[in-house]
């Protein structure tokens, strides 16, 4: 099959994207003391200040809202630096697209596992807070497994469709950038679901975002995602791909065009 074919090169070629993603992570740090646990230490804050100022507007008791916080946080931060930073895969490496030794889709899969392992940081986070008992430890830490190929698959679709959109709109990306706080603002991260009645709940249940933040932040926090979450990521993930293939297979050789 051809995707298979595509996919099994894909990983024969591991070690270039590794390296193309690795040495990103590295040079977006570059003479900083912490590096990548700059990252961490923003959600840590984040987290934090959040708690203690609409934990006691929402009246929600603060050890049950912190650890619901955190888990939100890292999952927004990972889906804003996919959008935002993965969307500008292309425009940001076109040194590297300009170089016909290099595959564009390299490029794709070394922002994936960059993210990915900026992602896995985080779990630091959830480790102290187990630590100090504001998350239970449970067997269901076991599903943050299948969460991170979930989010590593996502990652590549988004980052695919998104890159082709950046580079051939740059409004597009201005779009995006600006809309995040929006967006973050209009998902339950620091306010519940459940504070949302009647029609505007039906709101929330059609937020994309929303399903994604919880896939992410249940495991996290040592419970199981909902079978309405798992089958709307699931679908998800199948979307994107059949999208992502098909604009791949079609505008990728404008790229070079495009930046």
Wanted: proline residues 4%; glycine residues 6%; positive net charge.
């Amino acid at each position: 099959h051809p995707s298979m074919s595509k996919l099994n090169a894909r990983l024969d070629q591991y070690s270039v994207w590794v390296a193309l993603g690795w040495f990103d992570v590295m040079q977006s740090y570059r003479r900083t003391l912490f590096g990548p646990w700059w990252h961490t230490f923003n959600i840590a804050i984040f987290s934090f200040s959040m708690t203690f100022v609409y934990g006691a507007l929402f009246g929600v008791p603060t050890v049950e809202y912190a650890s619901y916080v955190l888990g939100g946080m890292i999952s927004w931060f990972w889906i804003s630096a996919v959008i935002v930073e993965g969307g500008s895969v292309f425009i940001s490496q076109q040194h590297h697209v300009r170089n016909p030794d290099i595959d564009n889709e390299n490029l794709i899969w070394a922002a994936a596992f960059k993210f990915s392992v900026i992602f896995a940081h985080q779990f630091v986070l959830v480790a102290g807070f187990v630590l100090v008992g504001l998350i239970d430890l449970s067997w269901n830490h076991l599903l943050v497994i299948p969460v991170l190929v979930g989010v590593f698959l996502l990652s590549l679709n988004v980052i695919t469709i998104l890159g082709l959109l950046f580079a051939r709109f740059r409004d597009v990306q201005k779009l995006f950038s600006s809309s995040m706080i929006v967006i973050m603002l209009i998902t339950p991260i620091v306010w519940k679901p459940e504070m949302m009645e009647g029609w505007r709940s039906a709101f929330v249940l059609a937020n994309p975002f929303h399903h994604i933040i919880e896939f992410i932040r249940r495991p996290l926090l040592g419970e199981t995602p909902s079978q309405v979450t798992i089958l709307y990521i699931i679908g998800l993930i199948i979307f994107t791909q059949i999208l992502a293939r098909v604009l791949y297979k079609h505008f990728s050789k404008r790229i070079i065009f495009w930046i």
